[in-house]
């Protein structure tokens, strides 16, 4: 890839994807879990970043809190699919080779796959899985100005554009409607996954905290709670160079948007048109019929 020029999408097994994602799906799909390894499957800007720093802090933050000042989130938790090197971009990222040689223990391993793409080592060890979900029009907004000023992404159009694709799903990683719906579902016949919420971690982040150690099976103290919800407080976060992916090359010009842009809950107000807002309410009821799946787009 030249500099300028952005990936296009194309179909993968049904799901829109870009090469950098699936060049190295063999070796994904042959990756083998170990029965304490941590999956982090989102899909794209649903608060990856945040949960990764809690897990991390979670099992670490004790025994090495060194590394949170001197290894990057994304090489901490290696992102399973990427595979990346473009020179001109500074880049070299290659998650499969990451998380073959991480020697922590457990690992913590983050995928942006669609359920039905998860290597099924996971599966057959019986790993934790922990799922976090942003409601639909943050997560478009989010995702539009990720897209914006990361140049390893499709271009994104005008956000009118950009609007209508995200309903049809011509995003990388496919439709959000079917990767929320599709690892909902995945929770009814697989106990070992907890599924969370964006909205619940910005309205209380202590108390996810808490449900997190006890899906988990570690005991955290109050102290070390209030420690850890103090650590990825969203400022802190975006001031900090090992959170704030200004570790990873070139590729993403922070002038455009900033990694850590907003944070909030309730941004799609500023950019979706009262026309658009009605648009995407008549075919969200069309594509979320499952009602125990429940979105808060305010807190
Ligand atoms: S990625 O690229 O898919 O891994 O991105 P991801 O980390 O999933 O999502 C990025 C969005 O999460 C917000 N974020 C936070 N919000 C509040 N508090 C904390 N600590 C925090 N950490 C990350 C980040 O700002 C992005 O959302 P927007 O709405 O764009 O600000």
């Given at each position: 890839?030249?500099?300028?020029?952005?990936?296009?999408?194309?179909?993968?097994?049904?799901?829109?994807?870009?090469?950098?994602?699936?060049?190295?799906?063999?070796r994904v799909q042959g990756f083998q879990a170990r029965p304490?390894?941590?999956?982090?499957?989102?899909?794209?800007?649903?608060?990856?970043?945040?949960?990764?720093?809690?897990?991390?802090?979670?099992?670490?933050?004790?025994?090495?809190?060194?590394?949170?000042?001197?290894?990057?989130?994304?090489?901490?938790?290696?992102?399973?699919?990427?595979?990346?090197?473009?020179?001109?971009?500074?880049?070299?990222?290659?998650?499969?080779?990451?998380?073959?040689?991480?020697t922590t223990k457990p690992r913590i391993l983050k995928t942006?796959?669609?359920?039905?793409?998860?290597?099924?080592?996971?599966?057959?060890?019986?790993?934790?899985?922990?799922?976090?979900?942003?409601?639909?029009?943050?997560?478009?907004?989010?995702?539009?100005?990720?897209?914006?000023?990361?140049?390893?992404?499709?271009?994104?159009?005008?956000?009118?554009?950009?609007?209508?694709?995200?309903?049809?799903?011509?995003?990388?990683?496919?439709?959000?409607?079917?990767?929320?719906?599709?690892?909902?579902?995945?929770?009814?016949?697989?106990?070992?996954?907890?599924?969370?919420?964006?909205?619940?971690?910005?309205?209380?982040?202590?108390?996810?905290?808490?449900?997190?150690?006890?899906?988990?099976?570690?005991?955290?103290?109050?102290?070390?709670?209030?420690?850890?919800?103090?650590?990825?407080?969203?400022?802190?976060?975006?001031?900090?160079?090992?959170?704030?992916?200004?570790?990873?090359?070139?590729?993403?010009?922070?002038?455009?948007?900033?990694?850590?842009?907003?944070?909030?809950?309730?941004?799609?107000?500023?950019?979706?048109?009262?026309?658009?807002?009605?648009?995407?309410?008549?075919?969200?009821?069309?594509?979320?019929?499952?009602?125990?799946?429940?979105?808060?787009?305010?807190?």
């Amino acid at each position: 890839m030249s500099s300028g020029t952005r990936p296009e999408l194309y179909d993968f097994h049904g799901v829109q994807m870009t090469r950098s994602y699936t060049d190295m799906w063999e070796r994904v799909q042959g990756f083998q879990a170990r029965p304490d390894d941590i999956l982090i499957a989102t899909y794209p800007k649903a608060g990856t970043t945040w949960v990764s720093c809690i897990l991390d802090l979670l099992y670490f933050g004790q025994t090495d809190p060194e590394r949170q000042t001197s290894i990057p989130i994304h090489d901490r938790v290696p992102f399973l699919e990427m595979n990346m090197s473009n020179p001109e971009k500074d880049i070299k990222y290659f998650g499969i080779d990451l998380a073959d040689k991480l020697t922590t223990k457990p690992r913590i391993l983050k995928t942006h796959y669609p359920v039905q793409f998860v290597p099924k080592s996971f599966w057959e060890q019986n790993c934790k899985i922990v799922y976090v979900a942003r409601n639909a029009k943050d997560n478009m907004v989010s995702y539009y100005h990720f897209d914006r000023m990361n140049q390893l992404q499709p271009a994104t159009g005008e956000w009118s554009d950009y609007f209508q694709r995200f309903l049809v799903g011509k995003m990388n990683w496919g439709s959000w409607y079917d990767h929320v719906n599709g690892w909902w579902q995945k929770k009814r016949n697989y106990s070992n996954l907890h599924y969370m919420f964006f909205e619940d971690l910005v309205e209380n982040t202590g108390l996810e905290i808490d449900k997190l150690s006890r899906f988990l099976g570690l005991s955290v103290t109050p102290e070390i709670r209030q420690q850890i919800t103090g650590q990825v407080q969203f400022d802190q976060m975006k001031n900090n160079a090992m959170t704030n992916y200004s570790t990873l090359g070139d590729a993403m010009d922070f002038k455009v948007s900033p990694f850590m842009r907003k944070g909030k809950v309730g941004d799609w107000k500023n950019h979706f048109t009262v026309a658009q807002n009605e648009e995407f309410d008549q075919d969200y009821e069309q594509k979320m019929k499952d009602a125990t799946l429940q979105f808060r787009t305010v807190v």
